[in-house]
């Protein structure tokens, strides 16, 4: 297969018969980007599990420090209280049965992340079929079927990330943007809030 010159450039920087560390892995990412446009950086893991055994199911989620670099756009379906909690929590779109009918009727997704309290997802229910194939369905192990509906937003707003195998087990997800700059993990820590603190 024939490559342009830049992948070519950018190839002779990677020797594959090493194992890079960490830092010297995201130090190689950012030489190696080259496209006009900033590029997300993603993380690939094959765990040599087999997900066809419900023991060996990895699933999770994670709030990243420096977030994903996107504008996360969250739908809050909720009821009393937890509305006006979901708006000063930065929800864009808060509702309860008239959203529902809205992504039912109008097939209506113009979000990223969906959240709800357990008290609602009987409406969100219904929903299956329209949100699973999209992998918006909310999941109380990703925590976004919670009580806490504005500690669910603020993550999702701050950079919360979903993994979980796919069907050949390995996991594929994005961990930042390239114009971050290198960032290691490793030598520093970070507040519950995503703010920087040298180790």
């Known amino acids: 297969m024939k490559h342009g010159k830049k992948y070519v450039d950018a190839a002779k920087l990677v020797d594959k018969t090493k194992l890079y560390e960490t830092n010297e892995a995201l130090d190689t990412v950012i030489k190696t980007a080259t496209a006009k ?22 699933r999770g989620a994670v709030v990243l420090p420096n977030g994903t670099g996107k504008n996360v756009r969250v739908l809050a379906i909720c009821k009393g209280p937890n509305e006006e909690l979901a708006k000063e929590a930065g929800a864009d779109y808060v509702g309860a049965e008239d959203m529902t009918q809205k992504i039912q009727q109008e097939n209506w997704m113009d979000f990223d992340v969906l ?85």
């Open 37 to 58: 446009f900033d590029e997300t950086v993603e993380l690939h893991v094959k765990l040599g599990v087999d997900s066809r055994h419900a023991d060996q199911q990895v």
């Open 115 to 199: 959240v709800t309290t357990p008290d609602c997802m009987g409406l969100v229910g219904r929903l299956g079929r329209l949100l699973g194939p999209r992998g918006l369905m909310p999941n109380p192990k990703a925590g976004t079927v919670t009580p806490d509906i504005a500690r669910a937003i603020k993550e999702a707003k701050a950079g919360k990330i979903e993994y979980r195998l796919d069907k050949t087990n390995i996991i594929h997800c994005p961990i930042g943007k390239v114009s971050f700059g290198t960032v290691y993990p490793l030598s520093r820590r970070y507040f519950d809030n995503g703010t920087e603190r040298k180790s």
